[in-house]
T-cell receptor, first 114, second 113 residues
Framework: DGGITQSPKYLFRKEGQNVTLSCEQN?????MYWYRQDPGQGLRLIYY???????QKGDIAEGYSVSREKKESFPLTVTSAQKNPTAFYLC?????????????FGPGTRLTVT | KNQVEQSPQSLIILEGKNCTLQ??????????LRWYKQDTGRGPVSLTI?????NTKSNGRYTATLDADTKQSSLHITASQLSDSASYIC????????????FGRGTSLIVHP
C-alpha cells in the first residue's frame, strides 16, 4: 500500500526532553511538510522540504528541527526550546509544488508534554 | 495577506438532513481551492479540488461550488450520514508567490442520529 506513515500515534514526554517524530512516505513524492494543529486553529506550517538535503522554515519553526537525508523520510524533532509542544502533528507530502499538486497527509502524532 | 475564513465554526444536524459550509478567501492570484475532510484524530483527506474555471464539482454526496468573482466557495452535503461527522477544511492556493497553500480553520460538523 502506498501512503504516509507517522509513528508513534501517541507520544508522551517530560518537559525539557527533546523528542523526534517519524514520517515516512512510499509515494515517491519530492516534497514533504510538517504541520501543527491545535484545537480550534487551522494547520500551521512548521517546516517543508522540496527536495532531499534541503528544507525551509515555515511560519512556526522556532523550537523545531528537521532533516531530509532520504527522499522517503522527513523526521521532526521537537526541542526543549519549543514553549508549547503539546499538539497534534501532521506530516504531508506532494509530488511537486503544493499549489498545483495535492498534499497527502499522514495519520498524525499526538504529542503530550507534561 | 492571504486569508481563508470558514463558517460556521461548528454545526450540528440530524442524520439525513442537508447542510452547506462556507469558505471565503482573499488569496491572490488564485490557483485552486480544495476541500478536505478530517476525521477526529486522523489526517485530512481531499474531497474536491476546483480551479478558476470550475463552478461546481461533485464527489458523491459532496458538492463544492466556487465563485471566483466574489472569492467564495461552499461545500454542500446531501442526505448526511453519521460518518460525515468530521472537520471540513478549505485550502486555497495561489499561483506564484507563496509556495504553501493557505488553510482555513475548518468547520466542525456533528451529525446526530
Amino acid at each position: 500500500d502506498g501512503g504516509i506513515t507517522q509513528s508513534p500515534k501517541y507520544l508522551f514526554r517530560k518537559e525539557g526532553q527533546n523528542v523526534t517524530l517519524s514520517c515516512e512516505q512510499n509515494l515517491n513524492h519530492d516534497a514533504m511538510y510538517w504541520y501543527r494543529q491545535d484545537p480550534g486553529q487551522g494547520l500551521r506550517l512548521i517546516y517543508y522540504s522540496q527536495i532531499v538535503n534541503d528544507f525551509q522554515k515555515g511560519d512556526i519553526a522556532e523550537g523545531y528541527s528537521v532533516s531530509r537525508e532520504k527522499k522517503e523520510s522527513f523526521p521532526l524533532t521537537v526541542t526543549s526550546a519549543q514553549k508549547n509542544p503539546t499538539a497534534f502533528y501532521l506530516c504531508a507530502s506532494s509530488i511537486g509544488h503544493p499549489n498545483t499538486y495535492e498534499q497527502y497527509f499522514g495519520p498524525g502524532t499526538r504529542l503530550t508534554v507534561t | 495577506k492571504n486569508q481563508v475564513e470558514q463558517s460556521p465554526q461548528s454545526l450540528i444536524i440530524l442524520e439525513g438532513k442537508n447542510c452547506t459550509l462556507q469558505c471565503n478567501y482573499t488569496v491572490s492570484p488564485f490557483s485552486n481551492l480544495r476541500w478536505y475532510k478530517q476525521d477526529t484524530g486522523r489526517g485530512p483527506v481531499s474531497l474536491t479540488i476546483m480551479t478558476f474555471s470550475e463552478n461546481t464539482k461533485s464527489n458523491g454526496r459532496y458538492t463544492a461550488t466556487l465563485d471566483a468573482d466574489t472569492k467564495q466557495s461552499s461545500l454542500h452535503i446531501t442526505a448526511s450520514q453519521l460518518s460525515d461527522s468530521a472537520s471540513y477544511i478549505c485550502v486555497v492556493s495561489a499561483s506564484g508567490g507563496s509556495y504553501i497553500p493557505t488553510f482555513g480553520r475548518g468547520t466542525s460538523l456533528i451529525v446526530h442520529p
